[in-house]
């Protein structure tokens, strides 16, 4: 959302940067490629978002009601 004016065509003291269709894109690939440079094992690394996770939650809060 920050780059979306950019794209559209902006005035920067007094200069006119014309339309760049797809910078936010190509700015987003950018930033992707750079993370998986930087940590090929990924954000979360060997941890994992699972299921079982949300039914421990579950369990527990149904515990604590009881």
């Keep these: 959302?920050?780059?979306?004016?950019?794209?559209?065509?902006?005035?920067?003291?007094?200069?006119?940067?014309?339309?760049?269709?797809?910078?936010?894109?190509?700015?987003l690939g950018a930033l992707l490629i750079a993370v998986l440079i930087k940590k090929p094992e990924g954000i979360m690394g060997e941890r994992e978002i699972s299921l079982e996770l949300f039914k421990r939650k579950i369990n527990y809060v149904s515990l604590i009601k009881n």
């Design 1 to 27: 959302e920050i780059l979306a004016p950019i794209e559209e065509g902006i005035n920067i003291f007094g200069f006119y940067v014309p339309e760049m269709l797809g910078l936010t894109t190509v700015l």
